[in-house]
């Protein structure tokens, strides 16, 4: 049976320890060098890299998120064995974990590693389709003639450099469609590598639960429930058209994944929807000027990232929490879109100026959708507002000198609140 060492990338017959380097490390699998599809999740992304950062949190639970009224980003394995999971109140995390250390995520440097891989990627395939900063599909077919080595070889190299070029390990499923691949991904973390071969695809998910289709959230769980199907079997049994007219297109989607079958390709250019940020407050917050400043700030965020990706959006979202938890939420549309800080800021303050405020707020939040390219975006000029124009041209020299001498250079008085 083939086999690999994902210490040294020796290739050799199966066997519980590599010949060359004595490793224990080993993935053997009778489709191992025959498989091209895969799936890469860092493992604990935000917390792997502060750990890195900062070698004093290596052997203690860290949990990345906001303060004791926010939600968790991510935790380490440490943590997780306590329960603490991704989304979780921080308050209900620290219940289970209060010995855990939460950190301020670092967004920038993140999106900096994020980047590193990416390159790294890169070396292998152009076709590379991103989830997140820290997980992607790799279409690897064909990579064999270029590079010499089966993709398996390839994966191994490429989670060995971010591990000793970066710090950061990963995971990896290989597979032959990405359905299987991201199982895959998910069966030995942290620093695993599985494979799901075709010949076992079908004996693999029968006793699986329906839980394990990629997508399918806590409602469309409770609907298969309440039709009798609970595990990849119990779906096995409804026939297609059954299925289909009990649970529309969703339900011929489960039909071929219940059998392993996925023909989705991997998407180099899966486009972006919408980009959007948000806060929640340690303390419930009504004090108008202090919602500028958090408007204004969640707004020159949001600029950044849509300038770094050269987009812009037609419609601009304000989304407000209240303390008894009701969720508010305006949008209004541009007619020429913008990626502007001035402007979001403005549309979005007229969204909260047009709204009633009788409690305090937890969580604000601004974002912008209908993304169109940044160059045809904010061109019409505001006959209402001359002074559009001067603020958008001190906006880009605002910019500049951030570029050059860090974010923190120059700021707005507002931002300060």
Not at 86 to 96: G, H, I, R, Y
Not at 108 to 122: A, K, L, T
Not at 356 to 369: A, F, W
Request: net charge positive; hydrophobic share 40%.
């Amino acid at each position: 049976m083939p086999a690999l060492c994902r210490d040294c990338l020796t290739t050799f017959d199966t066997g519980p320890r590599c010949p060359a380097c004595r490793s224990p490390r080993v993935t053997a699998h009778r489709e191992l060098f025959d498989l091209s599809i895969a799936h890469m999740d860092c493992d604990a992304f935000y917390a792997s890299v502060e750990k890195r950062d900062n070698p004093d949190l290596r052997d203690k639970p860290v949990i990345i998120g906001g303060g004791k009224r926010g939600v968790v980003s991510t935790a380490c394995y440490i943590a997780r064995i306590k329960g603490v999971r991704s989304a979780m109140p921080m308050f209900k995390a620290l219940q289970l974990c209060p010995e855990a250390v939460v950190v301020k995520g670092r967004m920038e440097v993140y999106s900096e590693v994020s980047r590193q891989i990416r390159q790294m990627m890169e070396d292998m395939t152009p076709a590379i389709e991103p989830l997140s900063l820290d997980e992607a599909f790799l279409d690897l077919t064909g990579t064999a003639r270029l590079h010499g080595k089966p993709p398996a070889v390839l994966l191994a190299n490429l989670v060995k450099r971010m591990q000793t070029e970066l710090g950061i390990t990963g995971s990896v499923g290989l597979s032959h469609n990405k359905f299987l691949a991201k199982l895959a991904s998910d069966l030995d973390k942290p620093r695993g590598f599985s494979v799901i071969g075709r010949a076992e695809t079908l004996d693999f998910l029968e006793p699986k639960p329906v839980g394990v289709i990629w997508g399918l959230g806590d409602a469309g769980q409770r609907a298969l429930a309440e039709a009798g199907i609970r595990t990849i079997a119990d779906l096995r049994r409804w026939e297609r058209d059954a299925l289909a007219d009990r649970f529309g297109s969703q339900g011929l989607r489960l039909y071929d994944l219940a059998r392993g079958a996925d023909t989705r390709r991997v998407s180099r250019d899966r486009a972006v929807k919408s980009i959007s940020n948000e806060t929640t407050f340690s303390e419930d917050i009504a004090d108008v000027s202090l919602l500028d400043g958090h408007i204004w700030r969640l707004s020159e965020k949001l600029s950044d990232r849509a300038k770094a990706k050269g987009l812009a959006g037609r419609t601009v979202t304000l989304k407000l929490k209240r303390s008894d938890f009701r969720l508010l939420t305006r949008r209004v549309g541009l007619p020429d879109g913008t990626q502007t800080a001035d402007r979001i800021y403005r549309t979005a303050r007229g969204l909260f100026d047009r709204m009633d405020h009788p409690k305090p707020y937890r969580l604000i939040g601004v974002g912008i959708s209908d993304l169109m390219p940044a160059d045809k975006a904010d061109r019409e000029g505001d006959l209402l507002d001359p002074q559009e124009a001067a603020r958008r041209a001190a906006e880009r020299a605002t910019d500049q000198i951030r570029a050059r001498f860090g974010a923190e250079a120059i700021l707005k008085g507002r931002a300060l609140r």
